[in-house]
DNA sequence: CGCTTTGTTGAAAAGAGTCAAAGATCGTGG
DNA sequence: CCACGATCTTTGACTCTTTTCAACAAAGCG
């Protein structure tokens, strides 16, 4: 299971054999969190956190009891783009789903940082890659509802893909429509009607814990998906390979 | 004017007076870039870019002529967040108004990052605001347009602030309505409409190209504003200080 | 001073939220 | 294995927010 997290490593940046067994040497607690509760209590924790099955989420609650999703938290993903450093995030990280979480001592991770060059960058490069997911995820706000789901679950595919939890064009997905109003800011009824009309355009069809796109092209180019913002290299033509 | 930047990394951990000459020492090449116009043609330049006066913006355009705001850069910020890396970012970076910008060559900031460790946790650190600012930003969005927009000006005085452009409770401002509309994504006549509302409720003035808060504790209050977010450390009590 | 851009306002239409109720589905315990 | 309760989905009717279109006023600029 840890490997899911090199995996996204290796996406993010060649690694040797030897960065590699460092990587599987880890010791790290696993441990289970239920559907709706935090999966830390706080950033000040001596632990950096990696998810090995199940979606979170990092959120913020409002003070009229609205939450607002601020990221999805897929299967490899750290919770915690800031490895090696303390900085503290004012929002918090919850379960959606039941979660396999992975505690990873920060001391460990400077650790790994220091010594292996290679690792340091590829977790650079994991950090630059949730930006530019974030900035993405701004960019697709304000814009006509359908657009903004379709878009949104083009991305989910790429990154479930990418660690093996979705085939070409499906996969599993059991958030609740009121998750998906707090991920797009819409009420869940709205969401439901828009997933409705995109069930009839053919479009996308969210059901039964799964999410099947009838023609993957024809969702992106409805959506304006460009997969590039989530490897951080260009996604036309062969593609600009990152070494420096 | 290169001191804004200093000033910023400042803010992101103490530097030594070494590391502060070496700062003082890059050889930039300024320029001024007109309104409405970008500021870079790509991410692949080999320069990293400073803003040193003037508003900026990283923006994303959709298919159909619409324009969203991602970040708004200020002076001090640097366009780009991944400094070290040839990271591709799918979105441009243009000009609000007219800005003084200076690049510094990719190299030199490889250079810095190398030689003075501190100036690449600075670095680091600018990063994690930048990322932690657009958390906020996402939790922003779906938010009340009053609200919202209340928000986005207690940030701004804040970030200004912090590299000498506003007093305690004013700054200059020439953002037209439209950009804020970009900014929100609201349409410019709800922005005015929005504003307007504000004016009345005696919490904000935004006229003669300069933004005013009345009582900045009630408009921080109003927009659950905390600034703890742009600077990584906790914003009530003593704060804690990073220096890991 | 006139022209262009920006700000302001109104009215009508579209989008999205709220409230409420009825169907589905799921998990659990009997 | 079924029944039950709880949760989630779907739908309708109504309200409120926000957009759009349009016109005019004000400000900025050469």
Redesign the pocket.
Known sequence: MYNRLIRRLEHAGVLSGVEIKALQDVNLRERFVV?RSDVYDNDFADNVHLILGGFACRYKLWADGNRRIISLIVPGDLCDGHVPMPFVFQNRVAALTTCKVADIPRQTMVELINTYPRIARALWWVTLVKLSTMQAWLANM?R???KRIAHFFCELLVRLHAVGLADESSYEFN???????EIF????????????SLKDADLLI????RVTIPDVERLERFAEFDPGYLSGTLSFGEGIRHEA
């Not at 958030?175 to 109003?181: A, N, V, Y």
């Open positions: 559907a304000g006509e509802a359908d958030l609740t429509q009121s998750d998906l109003g800011g819409l009420s869940n009824v709205h969401v439901n009607r828009v997933l409705k969210v059901a039964n814990r």
